[in-house]
């Protein structure tokens, strides 16, 4: 059996539905999306509250995981999502993979390869 692979990928709010598109067009149907909050080097930005500066360091974001059955699979996945996210701004995003040891679907008991289809 080859490795599964987990992509996670921080992204722009605005740019969860042209993510969610360039995954849908290479036929990634399970994904899971989260709303976050984080900063790198963006470092947020200041806001005036109440006539007084704060220093708003967490941004919105969207986290996408992704779980795939083979490295060709990881790099289609992170190709698509890198095009799609992309604006060439600071505060792009990121995208992780790494391998996982196991998976289970609850309805069935299936694991590794055949939890995911």
Excluded: H
């Amino acid at each position: 059996m080859s490795n599964m692979i987990k992509i996670e990928a921080i992204v722009r709010e605005e740019k969860l539905e042209d993510v969610k598109s360039a995954l849908n067009a290479i036929e990634v149907n399970g994904i899971t999306v989260f709303q976050v909050m984080g900063c790198g080097t963006q470092k947020g930005y200041t806001e005036i509250v109440r006539g007084t500066e704060v220093d708003v360091s967490l941004l919105p974001k969207v986290k996408f995981e992704i779980v795939v059955s083979s490295e060709e699979w990881e790099m289609k996945v992170i190709k698509a999502i890198q095009e799609a996210a992309f604006t060439g701004r600071i505060g792009d995003g990121k995208i992780f993979s790494y391998e996982l040891r196991s998976a289970m679907r609850i309805r069935t008991c299936e694991t590794g390869y055949d939890a995911l289809n």
